[in-house]
């Protein structure tokens, strides 16, 4: 997901609310607030106070700001995003508290999460794994591969409403959920045994689930937050990187047990020393090796898990703030999006080395990615998001290793959902306005955007399901449902209620490496 | 079911009698979505929400409680200040679309 910083709207009705928030002083003790703080806020606005899927809150991005307009932000939230309120959950003199703190408040420094750390986080859940049942204990296909996850983050990024929701995509009924505490972001699955998921919170904290009984079976906590994580080709170790700390950590993917933590730190393309945010990291099914990128720093490490000491080898000058990837030709290439200077670079993880820098429109961030095959072409599909003159989505061949065509769309898009046997790739417009609500469509043949999708809520996060019938998509934010539609005809077929769903993670991923490949690319490629 | 069956009806006059008074549950999905289920959800509030739920209710009863809301008859900080700038026909068009929803 994205760190940049929003723009706050100004919201007519939220002026409304200013002016009953007039009276009244007392206010509460520093530390409590720094309590209150930790306990409702930091997993959003981040526990060092520097932002993370929402902007930093400490004095230097405060200063000047009215206290009474904060409130009332505090108070309603911030009407179509992800800023909950917190009228009725803290008192006014908590809320009026807490602006007080955050406004004396600097940015903390980087807090640690050391290898020590996160052994003493390490809990069990289901001790004796013998005891769980042999096979699901609910109604699926035999190769469990109609398998959805969708990260439910609930409306206030912890607590009751923050879940894994587990659906079958052939009935679309819901056959599962794990409570996360704090919301799930991202959702794996184990590649060489199906009974195994690994999700991945808001605060970091990685739970390894049994897709079987619907259970956690242990969780870790790998720092104070960042998405990345991945799990090897053999499904025996996960990788995992943070913003907060600047490390990343390689887990037994049965035990959780941390067996090694990296610091991550490097030259930038522009010649300077910097610690850095992970970014993506992935397994890739050519190799024993997970590749991490180092936002910061502009690198990518490859990392050989099999090899004694988990060597790195280090790639520099891929771009400036790395972010997301998806692999193509079997998984020995890597294609990253760079926000700063708008390219996608293409990295050959055999020769561990940059290909080619590709344009790829402002701030690209290609989600999980897609790629399909047309006409005999393998057609890489890149979103942007970000305020441009022109919204794109990006079309690379990528054997050629050239851009095809920059497809107009309506807005800033965040993530690209293809299927091998689905004639459209979907791409979520999330641009703040009503088009928020919507999904594009854009054929796989004449690179065009075919038809527009009112989803409601903020619609984000589009999914095939394993066999490309359906198209799942969440309405976030306040939409409170995931809308699934036919793959073709675009009828909207089913609605599955819950709280504020985000990102959403097909167990068909495992198959087909790359969204809208199919299983026989990867065959060729072996 | 009977309020599913109420909101139907009511759009059946709209469409015959196409004033301009007719609610819209579009509208009323709209504002919904922007504004009330910030707080009380679309079908439901938060699980960890203090507010009450408005999805699937009496239209009736939601339109006479947004009103009382703005002419502060019913006393609630954020509801009268919410409700303070909200016209006849928003109400009408929100409590509309609130008794259609499902819980």
């Not at chain 1, 911030?78 to 600097?106: A, C, N, W």
């Not at chain 1, 999700?199 to 956690?216: G, N, P, W």
């Not at chain 1, 020769?351 to 429109?361: D, F, M, N, V």
């Not at chain 1, 996060?461 to 976030?476: Q, T």
């Amino acid at each position: 997901m994205k760190k940049t910083t929003i723009r706050l709207r100004k919201n007519l009705l939220a002026s409304s609310i200013i002016m009953l928030l007039s009276s009244g002083v007392a206010l509460a003790k520093s530390d409590d607030m720094h309590q209150i703080y930790q306990d409702n806020c930091a997993s959003c606005h981040g526990s060092d106070h520097g932002g993370y899927l929402a902007p930093a809150l400490n004095a230097a991005t405060l200063k000047g700001r009215s206290p009474t307009a904060l409130r009332t932000i505090v108070m309603a939230g911030s009407f179509d995003t992800l800023m909950p309120p917190f009228y009725g959950k803290l008192s006014d003199d908590e809320i009026r508290g807490v602006i007080k703190h955050l406004q004396e408040t600097p940015k903390q420094p980087n807090p640690a999460w050391t290898i020590d750390d996160m052994k003493k986080s390490l809990k069990v859940y289901v001790k004796d794994e013998s005891t769980l049942p042999a096979k699901p204990t609910f109604q699926i296909d035999d190769k469990f591969e109609n398998l959805i996850g969708v990260a439910a983050r609930g409306k206030y990024g912890r607590g009751e409403g923050s879940k894994a929701i587990f659906i079958n995509s052939a009935t679309h009924q819901k056959v599962g959920e794990v409570a996360t505490g704090t919301a799930a972001h991202i959702i794996d699955f184990n590649p060489a045994n199906p009974r195994w998921a690994y999700v991945k919170t808001d605060t970091a904290e990685i739970f390894k689930v049994d897709l079987y009984s619907m259970k956690a079976v242990r969780s870790i906590k790998t720092g104070w937050n960042g998405p990345g994580m991945g799990v090897s080709r053999d499904g025996k170790y996960i990788m995992a990187g943070s913003f907060v700390p600047h490390n990343a950590v390689i887990l037994d993917a049965e035990t959780l047990e941390p067996l090694k933590t990296f610091e991550l730190e490097g030259i930038d393309p522009d010649g300077k020393h910097v610690s850095s945010d992970s970014g993506m990291i992935i397994g890739t099914p050519y190799a024993d090796i997970f590749a991490i990128a180092l936002e910061n720093a502009g690198q990518v490490w490859v990392v050989d898990y099999k090899k004694e000491g988990f060597p790195v080898t280090k790639i520099e000058k891929v771009g400036r703030h790395l972010h997301d990837a998806f692999l193509t030709h079997g998984g020995k290439k890597l294609m990253i999006a760079s926000y700063d200077d708008s390219i996608v670079a293409a990295i050959d993880l055999e020769k561990r080395e940059l290909i080619k820098q590709l344009p790829a429109g402002c701030v690209p961030h290609v989600g999980g990615g897609s790629a399909v095959v047309v006409d005999g072409r393998t057609l890489g599909f890149g979103t942007n998001f970000g305020d441009c003159d022109k919204t794109v989505v990006s079309v690379w061949d990528l054997d050629k290793m050239e851009v095809v065509k920059q497809v107009p769309v309506s807005g800033g898009t965040e993530s690209p959902a293809a299927h091998a046997n689905a004639p459209y790739v979907a791409v979520d417009i999330i641009s703040k306005d009503r088009r928020a609500r919507t999904v594009q469509l854009i054929d796989k043949k004449t690179l065009e955007v075919a038809k527009t999708l009112d989803v409601g809520g903020h619609a984000y996060f589009p999914e095939y399901s394993a066999d490309g019938k359906f198209l799942y998509i969440s309405a976030g934010y306040n939409g409170d449902e995931v809308v699934v539609y036919d793959s073709n005809s675009l009828q909207k077929v089913a609605s599955i209620p819950m709280e504020s769903p985000a990102g959403i993670f097909s167990r068909g991923r495992v198959k087909y490496m790359t969204r809208g490949l199919s299983p026989d690319e990867m065959e060729q490629h072996k | 079911m009977k309020i599913a069956r109420y909101s139907a009806a009511m759009l059946a006059t709209m469409l015959v009698a196409g004033n301009a008074q007719a609610v819209s549950l579009y509208v009323g999905q709209y504002k919904a979505g922007m504004v009330c289920a910030q707080c009380h959800g679309i079908r439901m509030p938060s699980a960890d929400a203090p507010f009450p739920p408005l999805g699937g209710r009496d239209p009736e009863y939601l339109k006479t409680a947004i009103k009382q809301y703005r002419d502060k008859t019913r006393k609630s900080d954020i509801m009268n200040a919410i409700a303070g700038s909200l016209t006849d026909s928003e109400i009408a068009d929100i409590a509309a679309y609130y008794g259609s929803v499902k819980p």
